[in-house]
């Protein structure tokens, strides 16, 4: 039980197109989702937290304009990088919070590698 | 903002050899969650151990929780065992600043 899935696994866009990249808990309902971004090499950067019928918290430095996260059901996330640029490529991981009865436990989809052209 | 910091940044094993992965919060130690993020870049959930002691096969962890750590315990290394380990455990829900283990056949 409690998998996450990212659709798509990979993408290689275009400079100035726009990306929608979804999570979906499959066997759960999560009322929260995460998003992060990864570097090689490097940590998972928090961007935002995805609560189910209201707007996301994003963390600070991430612009809400530029990444759209709507979370329009208990299964579904999406995120939507906007007006892409190089500088937007990167491994882009969700999360999904399980509740257990009081205990939180995050499930991880498998990321989405962007690559911007 | 809150700091998680993770020790060693590095460390490389030789098969069968056991080691300790710490994780300090600066911060109170909510939901603490260890992790290994595989070469594909999977993470694939260890622990949910906010406070206490858990086992799991070769693999062990304890939170302290007053002290604001956790540790995570590796016996008889394998080199399936490599990759990235994190932790996270506070109210924000961010991530350590990860070990890479390495080990060696």
């Known amino acids: 039980g409690a998998v996450v899935s990212q659709h798509p696994s990979w993408v290689i866009c275009k400079s100035g197109t726009s990306v929608k990249i979804e999570c979906r808990s499959l066997d759960f309902q999560a009322t929260t989702m995460f998003w992060y971004r990864q570097f090689p090499k490097q940590s998972l950067m928090l961007m935002a937290t995805?609560?189910?019928?209201?707007?996301?918290?994003?963390e600070q430095g991430v612009e809400k304009d530029k990444f759209l996260i709507n979370h329009a059901s208990l299964t579904l996330s999406t995120l939507t990088v906007t007006s892409a640029h190089p500088e937007d490529s990167s491994f882009y991981i969700c999360?999904?919070?399980?509740?257990?009865?009081?205990?939180?436990?995050?499930?991880f989809g498998p990321g989405t590698r962007l690559t911007v052209t | 903002g809150i700091q998680v910091e993770q020790s060693p940044p590095d460390l490389i094993l030789q098969e069968g050899a056991n080691s300790t992965l710490r994780c300090n919060f600066s911060?109170?130690?909510?939901?603490l969650q260890w992790f290994h993020q595989n070469p594909w870049g999977q993470l694939i959930n260890l622990f949910y151990?906010?406070?206490g002691t858990k086992q799991n096969g070769r693999l062990s962890a304890t939170t302290v929780a007053t002290e604001r750590y956790s540790l995570l315990y590796i016996s008889s290394s394998q080199t399936t065992d490599s990759g990235v380990y994190f932790c996270s455990g506070t109210y924000k829900y961010i991530f350590g600043t990860g070990t890479r283990l390495k080990v060696l056949a």
């Open positions: 151990i906010p406070s």
């Open positions: 999360s999904a919070l399980l509740d257990r009865d009081g205990s939180y436990e995050q499930y």
């Open positions: 911060d109170s130690v909510n939901n």
């Open positions: 995805s609560n189910e019928g209201s707007k996301a918290t994003y």
